[in-house]
Nanobody, 124 residues
Framework: QVQLVESGGGLVQAGGSLRLSCAAS????????MGWFRQAPGKERAFVAA????????NYADSVKGRFTISRDNAKSTVYLQMNSLKPEDTAVYYC?????????????????WGQGTQVTVSS
């Protein structure tokens, strides 16, 4: 089993930037594909971005393409989400998630391991 802890959330003005981090422990980090999801009040948890075990492949939700960048450092067992040009509609709790090996899934059911989430609030 892998444990995940997110950090880096906060309050930022529209147009600003934040970088989220997710530190993993418990199993070999490079055995896992990683994803970021977000959940706004009253809405379902939604896919944001994913990255393969080696960082060689990524995919993004259409709503964040060109603004967000997912990356990972396997030596530090950490995955990042760089968020630029933030909008009020990006306000949500952001969760990182892990799944063994296979990359490319965008649904919550495909990720067995989750962090506790970090709040991102974008003011207008």
């Amino acid at each position: 089993q892998v444990q995940l802890v997110e950090s880096g959330g906060g309050l930022v003005q529209a147009g600003g930037s934040l970088r989220l981090s997710c530190a993993a422990s418990g199993r070999t980090f490079s055995n896992y594909a990683m994803g970021w999801f977000r959940q706004a009040p009253g809405k379902e948890r939604a896919f944001v971005a994913a990255i393969s075990w080696d960082g060689g492949s990524t995919n993004y939700a259409d709503s964040v393409k060109g603004r967000f960048t997912i990356s990972r450092d396997n030596a530090k067992s950490t995955v990042y989400l760089q968020m630029n040009s933030l909008k009020p509609e990006d306000t949500a709790v952001y969760y990182c998630a892990a799944r063994p090996v296979t990359f490319g899934f965008t649904t919550t059911a495909r990720y067995p391991y989750w962090g506790q989430g970090t709040q991102v609030t974008v003011s207008s």
